[in-house]
Structures are given as structure tokens and as C-alpha cells.
């Protein structure tokens, strides 16, 4: 035993040492009085894997990232549960690919946004998992746990408020989940803004995950969301995978469409016969031509006004067809039946919430809204509407519209929306409305009978 020892010590005694530190660890820079790092202890270049590994496996505990072990992209199923429309499976697909680039180079922000259940969070853990076994200090949090975990610094004999908050907004990596949850306290609202404007301004990699919608945020936080230069925006339109069923039920009785099959741009008539003035006939073909193009490539937002009968409804419907043809699920509804499905939903009979069935309206892929009229709505009416449309318009989102009213009778707030010529075309229908002549419909049967 006693010869083994002296081995076992021999051998250390023979070992190099540290050059820099001579084992210590640690070392003072040799820098003027001036500089910051004059008289403290920095690491040695002998112990700085060890010491970034240790801090490491610190943050990710911290980072509370085991408990979305299984959240890894081998185990995001694009096809959800099944009976998803291929618009909702191509988001998917979508958001799936952008995460995994962002995984393998996380420069700028990745963002997020869709309603409940449908793969924000496992997309975001599965990000931090790829970063974090490639050796990028992160820092993985819901934005409740993460204002908890600022709140319990003041407590904490370990570690100050001003040391954790800088680790916080100052690591590699900062996934932020469910940014909206928040108790949004003055307190709450302040430090995460700070969190958020501190990553914005030195561009540090930032993943964020939201249910809710740009305008429900704080404004100086969806400002700095909808920078394109750092920031990419995406929307998941997926219904909730823990609960398909309820997913499916809430908005499946909703749209119209189906009692409009029959409208198709095959059998819309342009009126040629009736010898409409040049000005009317012009817009009617100009709508006309605007739904086909729109119909084969569902961009923007689509526009058409007119008076009642003059053919919008038809060529809005002609368009949901055209999309539901290719196995997709557009949802048409009338802008009232959409408003009486809403307080529908307060009722205590209701099988579907509020918050589900409006998250679904706002968020589907393709929405068509027939015979907008907001200039005698209610204010509580108008604000669903604009809700609606802000957020289709922050995530641009495909929209059509019909209306009978003047844009003056419009809600200024859609309104301006609206003239945004980036993401909309509008097409006014001149052309009165379209009703067969009764005389005309007389001479028909007259000579139907003629042998």
C-alpha cells in the first residue's frame, strides 16, 4: 500500500503544471490601473472549457429544459393527429424547417406565434436542445417562471437581482415561452421590456413563442417583434394537437361556403348582354380577373365593393371554391353570422370557448368575409372586427373582403389597413345590381311553348 502511494504520488509530482496559473485555476491580467479587469481574478485558458461546461450544465438546469426532454424535432409530427387540411400541414412543415435552420446558425430572432396546443413550445425546446448540445450557454424559460425567477433574486443569498438579470438578457441563447402570459404588473412590464430592448439593440440570438397577437403586446415590444432586418415572424395555423376534436367542432359548423358550392368563376356572368356602360362593365371585368389571380395565388388581401347584387359574394365564394377544389379549407362566413358566433360562445350550453374559436377565426389560413359593414356596429362588435384584421395584417395573412359600404363608412382603424397597397387591391363594382328583367323572363316562357 505504502509503495503504491508513493507511485500514485510520484506520478502527480511528475505531471506538468500550468504555465499560467501553476494549477491554481485562476490569474490576474496584467493590465493598467484604468482597466476593469485590473486586480480581479480571471480564468485561466487551462480551466476555461471546464468552466464554460460547468456553467453550461448550470443554465440548462436552471433553464428548466428537462422538462421538455421529449420536445425534440425527431418527435414534431407535422400531420398533428391527422385530418389536418394541407394549409395547415405546409405551416407546419414550414415553422418546422425555420427552426431547424435556426438550430444549426441562431442568428437574430425566431418568433413564434400561433394558438394554443399547436407546436410553438416543442419547436422552441427543440431549438434549445440542438443549441445546447452544441455548446451555447442558454437559457430556456416560460416568461411567468422567468419574471418568478428575477422576482426570487431579491431573496437569494447566492446570487444578486443585478447579476441574474444581466445573466438573463445577456446569454447566447434566451428562449422566452409564452410571451403574453404574463401578470403584467408595471414591475413585470418594465424588466421584461428591458430584457427584450437589451437583446434587440446588441442583436442577440432570441427565440419567443406567443399566443397572443401584435397588438395585445406591449406596443415598445411588438415594435421591436416586427423588425424584418432582425426578426423572423411565424405563423403557426394549426388547431390544438392535445385536443383536435374541440379544435375541429369549434370552428367546423362556422363556415358558409358549403350553401354557396354552386358559385364558380365558370359560371359568373360578366353581363355582356345587357350593355352595361363602358366604366361598368370595365369594373366588373377588372374584379373578375382579380379574383382568378387571387384564387391561384392567395396573397394579400383581396377587396371587392359594390352594391348589393352587383356580383362580389360570387366571386368571393368563387375564390373559397377555387381553394377548397385543392384540398384546402378556406373559411367563408357572413361578417353578422361571425359576430353571433362570437357572443355565442358565452353562453354556458357553448361547447367551445371564446378564446378558441377567435383564435381559430383570426388565425385560419385563408378567410373570406362577406358583407363587412362596421358603421353600425357595436363598440363591442368593432373591436372584435379590428382585432381580426390587425392581426392578419401584422401576420399578413390572406384576406377577402365584400362590402356595400363606402370606405368612409369603414372603421378608420380597418380603414387604414386597407389602403396599405403593399398587401391590399381593392376593386370597386360599378355595375348595378344583377336581376333578370321581368319581361325578359316572360318572353322566355312564351316561347318555350311554341311547338
Not at 87 to 102: D, F, G, H, I, W
Not at 181 to 194: D, G, I, R, S, V
Request: hydrophobic share 40%; aromatic share 8%.
Amino acid at each position: 500500500m505504502v509503495k503504491s502511494s508513493n507511485t500514485e504520488s510520484s506520478a502527480a509530482a511528475s505531471q506538468p503544471r500550468c504555465p499560467i496559473c501553476n494549477d491554481v485555476g485562476f490569474v490576474r491580467l496584467d493590465v493598467p490601473l484604468d482597466d476593469p479587469r485590473f486586480g480581479k481574478l480571471q480564468v485561466c485558458t487551462c480551466r476555461q472549457e471546464e468552466y464554460e461546461q460547468a456553467a453550461s450544465r448550470r443554465l440548462y438546469n436552471l433553464s428548466n429544459l428537462e422538462a421538455f426532454e421529449q420536445f425534440r424535432f425527431d418527435t414534431f409530427r407535422v400531420e398533428g393527429r391527422g385530418g389536418l387540411g394541407d394549409r395547415q400541414v405546409e405551416s407546419l412543415k414550414q415553422a418546422l424547417n425555420l427552426a431547424q435552420a435556426y438550430a444549426r446558425a441562431p442568428q437574430g430572432w425566431l418568433v413564434l406565434m400561433g394558438g394554443y396546443g399547436c407546436g410553438k413550445t416543442h419547436l422552441a425546446a427543440a431549438v434549445a436542445h440542438e443549441v445546447v448540445a452544441a455548446g451555447t450557454p442558454t437559457i430556456f424559460l416560460t416568461v411567468p417562471d422567468l419574471l418568478d425567477w428575477l422576482r426570487y433574486a431579491y431573496q437569494d443569498p447566492e446570487v444578486t437581482f443585478e447579476e441574474r438579470f444581466e445573466e438573463i438578457r445577456s446569454i447566447q441563447l434566451l428562449v422566452l415561452d409564452d410571451l403574453g402570459t404574463q401578470n403584467a404588473t408595471p414591475w413585470a412590464q418594465e424588466k421584461l421590456f428591458q430584457i427584450i430592448d437589451y437583446r434587440s439593440l446588441h442583436r442577440l440570438p432570441t427565440v419567443v413563442t406567443s399566443n397572443s397577437s401584435l397588438d395585445e403586446m406591449d406596443g415598445r415590444i411588438a415594435s421591436r417583434i416586427q423588425n424584418p432586418d432582425l426578426v423572423q415572424l411565424v405563423a403557426i395555423h394549426a388547431p390544438d394537437y392535445r385536443a383536435p376534436a374541440a379544435a375541429e367542432e369549434s370552428i367546423g359548423g362556422l363556415s358558409a361556403l358549403h350553401l354557396l358550392n354552386d358559385r364558380t368563376f365558370g359560371n359568373f356572368s360578366l353581363r355582356e348582354r345587357e350593355k352595361l356602360p363602358e366604366d361598368e362593365q370595365i369594373s366588373l371585368v377588372r374584379a373578375f380577373r382579380a379574383a382568378q389571380a387571387y384564387a391561384e395565388n392567395p396573397a394579400g388581401w383581396l377587396v371587392l365593393m359594390g352594391g348589393y347584387g352587383c356580383g362580389k359574394t360570387h366571386l368571393a365564394a368563387a375564390v373559397g371554391n377555387y381553394r377548397a377544389g385543392l384540398g384546402e379549407e378556406p373559411l367563408f362566413v357572413v361578417v353578422p353570422d361571425l359576430l353571433d358566433h362570437l357572443r355565442s360562445t358565452f353562453s354556458p350550453a357553448s361547447r367551445t370557448t371564446y378564446d378558441r374559436l377567435f383564435d381559430e377565426v383570426r388565425g385560419t389560413p385563408l378567410l373570406i368575409l362577406d358583407d363587412l359593414g362596421t358603421q353600425s356596429a357595436t363598440p363591442w362588435a368593432r373591436e372584435k372586427l379590428y382585432q381580426i384584421f390587425n392581426y392578419r395584417y401584422n401576420a399578413r395573412l390572406p384576406l377577402v373582403i365584400t362590402t356595400a359600404a363606402t370606405l368612409e363608412e369603414i372603421d378608420p382603424r380597418i380603414r387604414s389597413r386597407m389602403h396599405d397597397t403593399r398587401l391590399c387591391t381593392i376593386h370597386a363594382i360599378l355595375a348595378p345590381s344583377y336581376r333578370p328583367a321581368p319581361q325578359s323572363a316572360s318572353k322566355n316562357r312564351i316561347i318555350r311553348r311554341k311547338p
